[in-house]
């Protein structure tokens, strides 16, 4: 096969003297780019694999490699080094977020001094002490974060990852992952997009590429917003609202200082943000333009075969959605009767739903009003318990929401 022909360009290239190997390094990666192209175009012509040139990674031993290409004088990166876990939780809809499983686990760190970044991306049945009994089987990542917490699950992570210390977290559910996305500029085809991320069936390593697909679309939007984000009126409102759809401790300021580090250092650039996989191995993945709508159609059709072959195919987003709306209106006319006479109820009712963002999942045309209505009877729940910060605090949540989504 043609991926077999790069070993054989390095052997031949190592058979030149230093003055011609830069040189014939160069060409000869060009023809291997030309023939993978054609190759692929060939064997999978409905897929549309995007490897267009020899900057593309190829393999998760290239990756590795690449890293250390981009990292300069010496190989290794210096100075102030910032660590922040994404985190993809497997909650359902109005479950309380005290014991979610781990499903997404992606580690990007921001070299501040160098204007270098990189997404390691970690597998969620990577094997890790999650206190079940060895013979369980269910000593896994994902169900450290379920099992035993998120210092414990922080700790997991350093360790797989190799990273010193994790400096912020995110983390955010099924509804908070749709309402980044639209934010992102997917408002015509988040269902689609999150479902091509979280897919794994059509692929022959299954988690691992799923897990590089998601590494990847982290690096590109990273990218493709470092390059809009100015800094300005419209970049403090499009963070502060992302950060309140999600939990973390990661402020706005921070956030912004961060990006206005990075881009004074000159980031913006597809070398100085890679992706790796931890742990590390030797395995064929493949690099989609995440960004491009048609290979995410692509995908998702792709997704829909194979999810009808095996028998696992689910509703469709439009229907799901519809389905969501009816049960939150549901919920609010419910909670709505306990006010003002129970108003702890009406926080044990709505509380898990507003965590979530569940209104996230409806329908552009009945979210307003849903999460309006969210938001009114939380207010006058604390309010009613004399809890003025909470209300305050659920206040400015929707109202960050709706400015962000307003001006997106």
């Not at 881009?263 to 960004?291: H, I």
């Not at 692509?298 to 519809?322: F, H, P, V």
């Not at 709505?350 to 969210?374: C, D, G, M, N």
């Not at 006058?380 to 004399?386: D, E, I, P, R, S």
Request: charged share 25%.
């Amino acid at each position: 096969m043609v991926v077999l022909v790069l070993p054989i360009l390095f052997v031949a290239c190592s058979q030149k003297n230093s003055g011609e190997l830069h040189a014939s390094v160069e060409k000869n990666l060009e023809i291997f780019s030309s023939k993978r192209a054609a190759f692929l175009e060939a064997q999978f012509p409905k897929m549309m694999f995007i490897e267009r040139n020899s900057a593309e990674i190829v393999s998760l031993e290239l990756a590795s490699e690449k890293v250390v290409v981009n990292q300069g004088k010496g190989g290794k990166l210096t100075g102030r080094r910032i660590a922040i876990l994404i985190t993809g939780l497997d909650s359902r809809l109005g479950e309380g977020h005290s014991h979610p499983h781990a499903d997404a686990n992606h580690v990007v760190s921001l070299w501040l001094d160098e204007g270098k970044a990189e997404v390691i991306s970690i597998p969620r049945d990577t094997p890790a002490d999650a206190g079940f009994h060895d013979t369980s089987g269910l000593n896994k990542l994902t169900n450290v974060r379920a099992n035993r917490g998120r210092n414990t699950y922080h700790k997991e992570v350093v360790r797989i990852s190799g990273v010193p210390k994790i400096n912020h977290y995110i983390e955010f559910g099924f509804s908070q992952a749709m309402g980044l996305l639209e934010l992102l500029g997917f408002q015509d085809n988040a269902k689609s997009t999150l479902q091509s991320l979280r897919s794994r069936h059509s692929y022959g390593i299954g988690d691992f590429q799923r897990s590089y697909n998601q590494g990847q679309f982290i690096r590109q939007m990273i990218l493709k917003q470092t390059a809009n984000l100015d800094g300005g009126i419209m970049t403090e409102v499009l963070l502060r609202g992302a950060l309140l759809l999600v939990d973390t401790d990661l402020s706005a300021e921070q956030a912004s200082s961060y990006l206005q580090q990075m881009k004074s250092k000159g980031f913006g650039k597809k070398e100085d943000l890679v992706v790796r996989m931890k742990p590390s191995m030797k395995m064929q993945v493949t690099a989609f333009d995440f960004t491009d709508p048609t290979v995410v159609a692509a995908l998702q059709k792709q997704n829909d075969k194979t999810a009808s072959k095996q028998g696992t195919g689910k509703k469709s987003g439009d229907e799901m959605g519809g389905q969501v709306a009816k049960k939150l209106e549901q919920l609010l006319a419910s909670s709505k009767k306990n006010l003002p006479k129970n108003p702890k109820a009406v926080v044990g009712q709505l509380e898990p739903y507003f965590k979530q963002r569940a209104w996230l999942q409806v329908p552009s045309s009945q979210r307003a009003t849903i999460r309006s209505e969210f938001g009114s009877q939380l207010t006058q729940a604390y309010t009613l318990l004399k809890k003025s910060d909470q209300a305050d605090k659920v206040k400015n949540i929707i109202e960050a929401e709706e400015k962000a989504f307003k001006r997106n």
